[in-house]
């Protein structure tokens, strides 16, 4: 079974840059067809979709996100990374790392605020 664990700091200030790790178990991320994937959640907000990297290394990014928005793989380390540049208390949610309908991370909470 698939296992997805997010990872990085729960605070950032504003104007610096956000990195998220996603460490991948039970599975591989250059696994054919499957598209590896950041999804956020503001407070009281729904989901967003941010972006992902295919199993192959395309990139795919939200358009409203991608002049910010860096999506990269250690394939040795089985891990995906997020980096959002610029980030504004707008950008506080929680944030997940995904693939397919079924498997998520739990989530880790980051706090723009200076």
């Known amino acids: 079974q698939v296992q997805l664990q997010e990872s990085g700091p729960g605070l950032v200030k504003p104007s610096q840059t956000l990195s998220l790790t996603c460490t991948v178990s039970?599975?591989?991320?250059?696994?054919?067809?499957?598209?590896w994937s950041w999804i956020r959640q503001p407070p009281g907000k729904g989901l967003e979709w941010m972006g992902g990297?295919?199993?192959?290394?395309?990139?795919y990014y939200s358009p409203s996100l991608k002049s910010r928005t860096s999506i990269s793989r250690d394939t040795s380390k089985n891990q995906f990374f997020l980096q959002l540049s610029s980030v504004t208390p707008d950008d506080t949610a929680v944030y997940y790392c995904?693939?397919?309908?079924?498997?998520w991370g739990q989530g880790t909470q980051v706090t723009v605020s200076s």
């Open positions: 990297i295919g199993y192959d290394g395309s990139r």
């Open positions: 039970g599975g591989s991320i250059t696994t054919t067809y499957y598209r």
């Open positions: 995904n693939v397919g309908l079924n498997y």
